[in-house]
């Protein structure tokens, strides 16, 4: 397993950087790490724009009185983001489907009125 640590200021220190160390050894990665964090790299901050705002909002709906209460709504939250971006995955499936169709037949409609056309250039 391998842990992400983005080094933002308000997370990066000393003792954070020798903490990972000894409990991840050179399989995190992030400022100060064996492994820099790439600068504004999409596929890593996939959490920071939808991930963990959604799971906080899934988490937080209510006040947290126990610990044990946080780690299952975490885990619940959790379960329920996988659905999710299942969900998401179906749905860009078919988007990529429709766009491809729509390409067809913008292309046909295109070739059919090109062989027409009289336009000074040629189209095709």
Same mark, same amino acid.
């Given at each position: 397993?391998?842990?992400?640590?983005?080094?933002?200021?308000?997370?990066?220190?000393?003792?954070?950087?020798?903490? &990972?160390?000894?409990?991840?050894?050179?399989? @995190?990665?992030?400022?100060?790490?064996? /492994?820099?964090?790439? $600068?504004?790299?999409? =596929? &890593?901050?996939?959490?920071?724009?939808?991930? @963990?705002?959604?799971?906080?909002?899934? /988490?937080?709906?209510? $006040?947290?009185?126990? =610990?044990?209460?946080?780690?299952?709504?975490?885990?619940?939250?959790?379960?329920?983001?996988?659905?999710?971006?299942?969900?998401?995955?179906?749905?860009?499936?078919?988007?990529?489907?429709?766009?491809?169709?729509?390409?067809?037949?913008?292309?046909?409609?295109?070739?059919?009125?090109?062989?027409?056309?009289?336009?000074?250039?040629?189209?095709?």
């Amino acid at each position: 397993m391998w842990f992400q640590h983005d080094g933002a200021s308000a997370h990066f220190s000393t003792d954070a950087c020798k903490y &990972l160390n000894a409990i991840f050894g050179t399989r @995190w990665i992030g400022r100060g790490g064996h /492994v820099p964090w790439p $600068p504004l790299s999409p =596929d &890593l901050y996939s959490h920071d724009y939808f991930l @963990w705002g959604h799971m906080k909002t899934l /988490v937080y709906a209510t $006040p947290v009185d126990l =610990d044990e209460d946080l780690v299952a709504r975490i885990n619940v939250a959790a379960a329920r983001c996988v659905k999710y971006l299942e969900c998401l995955k179906v749905c860009a499936n078919r988007s990529i489907d429709a766009v491809k169709h729509v390409s067809l037949l913008v292309d046909a409609i295109l070739n059919s009125y090109c062989k027409h056309c009289t336009c000074q250039r040629r189209c095709q």
